[in-house]
């Protein structure tokens, strides 16, 4: 009966993983093919595998300068993310203060309660009084700002810290702060870790706020407003292929930021194993 039930949770995970990953897999195809083939579908193969269509995306599209532009504005709103929750994080679970209730739900709140581009306006309205708005600063403090998701996932791996530790390190003379960046910060790799992934992943792939603040900078625009110059070329005819290599593309720092990321989430697994 045991038996039973581990071979069809398998072909149960193996029916998800081929769902999850035939969609990648058509794009993968797609972006080797003519335009003309893609749009009409006969073959999942392209008949004349075109490699030249990664060379006209990554020209077409400023890859070089928008992939900088996005690497500027991932790393700068992660670390600042980071930054901003786990102090955060660290006061809420290790402090007792007036109003820690409230904070906690206004942060639950901006949470699960999505309000999309109704804040888009203020937020460029306040950007344009700060002088920002020309800059992609804004669109790092406001992604800085949205970090309610990366707060509660490092408030998870505070708990899992002992409190022991501060109580210890202040006998020998830290204060509060140096708890925080010499002792507690080094046992939350693997949690800023998990937490940073998700956080460089959500910089990325943002669109609209890159897009609204560079309509007058097209320099400064991110890949991901660079891929839907793609969309039509020439005589403003869809250029398919092209989209689908940029999005190919644009996939690879995502890769390698998993790729170092791993361990952490191996460190994670055993952790939680051992417990």
């Not at 890859?63 to 991932?74: D, K, P």
């Not at 888009?120 to 700060?130: A, E, S, W």
């Not at 530790?165 to 830290?174: S, T």
Request: one cysteine or more; hydrophobic letters at 55%; a positive charge.
């Amino acid at each position: 009966m045991q038996g039973i039930k581990r071979t069809l949770l398998t072909i149960f995970l193996l029916l998800i993983a081929v769902l999850s990953l035939f969609p990648i897999l058509l794009v993968l195809l797609g972006s080797f093919k003519t335009n003309q083939e893609l749009t009409g579908g006969a073959t999942i193969l392209p008949k004349v595998w075109q490699f030249s269509n990664y060379a006209q995306a990554w020209r077409t599209a400023n890859f070089s300068g928008f992939t900088l532009n996005s690497v500027f504005v991932s790393v700068t709103a992660t670390t600042g993310m980071l930054l901003v929750s786990s102090m955060s994080a660290y006061a809420v679970d290790r402090v007792n203060f007036r109003g820690k209730k409230a904070y906690t739900v206004l942060m639950a709140s901006t949470l699960f309660i999505s309000i999309g581009a109704v804040v888009l306006r203020p937020q460029f309205d306040l950007m344009v009084k700060l002088g920002l708005n020309h800059t992609l600063w804004g669109v790092i403090i406001i992604l800085i700002s949205a970090h309610a998701a990366t707060y509660f996932i490092l408030v998870g791996f505070f708990k899992s810290i002992p409190r022991d530790l501060d109580e210890a390190a202040m006998i020998d003379g830290c204060n509060f702060y140096t708890v925080y960046w010499r002792i507690i910060l080094p046992l939350l790799r693997p949690g800023l870790a998990v937490a940073g992934l998700g956080a460089f992943q959500s910089s990325w792939n943002e669109y609209i706020l890159p897009f609204v603040f560079t309509m007058n900078n097209p320099n400064l625009q991110t890949l991901p407003v660079g891929l839907a110059n793609l969309r039509y070329g020439i005589g403003a005819a869809a250029e398919v292929q092209l989209m689908m290599a940029g999005a190919c593309l644009s996939i690879l720092p995502l890769l390698v930021v998993y790729i170092f990321a791993n361990k952490s989430f191996m460190q994670v697994t055993l952790g939680a194993v051992k417990g």
